[in-house]
């Protein structure tokens, strides 16, 4: 059985992962980990179950200007950043097809351990919100090796959550809907795909305050020669709106919902590039990828506008990311008639 990873990773380049730079507040939580689509294309395996196995870990330092203004560091003063994150999940491929596009859908659960270093010095674990895609359909066009996938996921809120604004532990009390668009080459050996998803989060369940949307792009170029795969990767994440905070959300904290947004982490973006190598054992696929973020800002124009220091922080360093997947469980082959002769 051939699994090249070009398309069974097609709809199984999830992970999750929050990252809360100011532990437990709001504001600039990432559900999805910038690159987890590095990897994926928009084609589709067969038909059958898939399993994928993913983990990664990420090592990096809170930069910005709060790691002054917030964390009152001084000079060659940093605070460190560390996850390790496991990922199981679940590809369902029925063998429908709606529009002309294969149909698709995905469960994945993530695990995540993480920890912040001085002054802050708080670590935790737990369960993060379950990922579900219940349709990706994805077409292809033609002959020319071009396909397009689009769907939607959704992050449940059924991690892990404690304290007063239930935001202590590894999940985020609130639901995140991700649509997707991503666009393939797929010939030759080549997979040459841009993923782009945003998160659109709902108000946080218990302060009402709404992390706003954080778009991304993953960028994979890679090459097939044999039962190796090899080439560049890239991402680039930001949040593109701003925070909101209703008065609710300013009562829970005792201000202003001005005063609110203002205490917390704005905007921010981020670049980064590294290089994926895969190899196709044939029952199983397996594709690291490692990458640098290259590139990261942060800013609160809201605590800007009201006369006080940026408190904002975001994390820049480095991934390593790996990917085991297999197929379950695959239909039976229809038995072919048989032949008589007199």
């Known amino acids: 059985m051939n699994m090249n990873t070009k398309t069974l990773l097609a709809a199984a380049g999830i992970a999750a992962v929050a990252f809360s730079p100011a532990y ?36 990096a330092n809170l930069v910005g200007p709060g790691t002054v203004n917030a964390l009152g560091n001084g000079p060659g003063q940093r605070t460190g950043v560390q996850a390790a994150v496991d990922v199981q999940g679940f590809l369902f491929v029925p063998g429908w097809t709606f529009l002309g596009a294969t149909y698709d859908a995905v469960i994945v659960q993530p695990f995540v351990m993480q920890s912040l270093g001085t002054p802050i010095n708080a670590q935790g674990s737990g369960a ?6 219940p349709v990706e359909l994805s077409w292809k066009l033609g002959n020319s090796g071009f396909a397009v996938k689009t769907g939607v996921g959704i ?17 985020n009390p609130y639901t995140t809907y991700q649509p997707e ?35 991304h792009v993953d960028i994979t170029a890679t090459k097939t020669i044999g039962k190796w795969t090899i080439g560049p990767v890239a991402y680039y994440v930001a949040q593109v709106t701003d925070d ?17 947004l203002a205490a917390h982490t704005g905007r921010f973006s981020e670049w980064a590039v590294g290089a994926l190598v895969g190899y196709d054992f044939g029952p ?59």
């Open 24 to 59: 437990a507040t709001e504001g600039g939580d990432i559900a999805t980990k910038p690159g987890a689509f590095i990897g994926a294309s928009a084609g589709v395996p067969p038909p059958g179950i898939y399993m994928f196995n993913q983990v990664f870990t990420y090592q």
């Open 181 to 215: 668009l991503i666009l393939s080459y797929l010939a030759n050996g080549w997979n040459l795909t841009a993923a782009l998803y945003e998160e659109f989060n709902t108000a946080n369940r218990v302060t009402d305050y709404t992390t706003g949307n954080i778009f």
């Open 128 to 133: 993060f919100n379950t990922y579900i895609v």
């Open 284 to 342: 199983a696929s397996l594709s690291v990828w490692a990458t640098q973020e290259i590139n990261a800002k942060a800013s609160n124009s809201a605590a800007v506008a009201a006369g006080g220091a940026d408190p904002s922080l975001v994390a820049q360093g480095a991934t390593v990311f790996a990917t085991l997947s297999y197929r379950l469980w695959a239909p039976e082959a229809p038995v072919a008639p048989a032949m008589y002769h007199k």
């Open 155 to 171: 992050y449940l809120p059924d991690g892990c959550t404690t304290g007063l604004n239930k935001l202590g532990c590894e999940a």
């Open 244 to 260: 909101t905070c209703s008065a609710a959300c300013g009562a829970f904290y005792g201000t202003t919902p001005a005063g609110a």
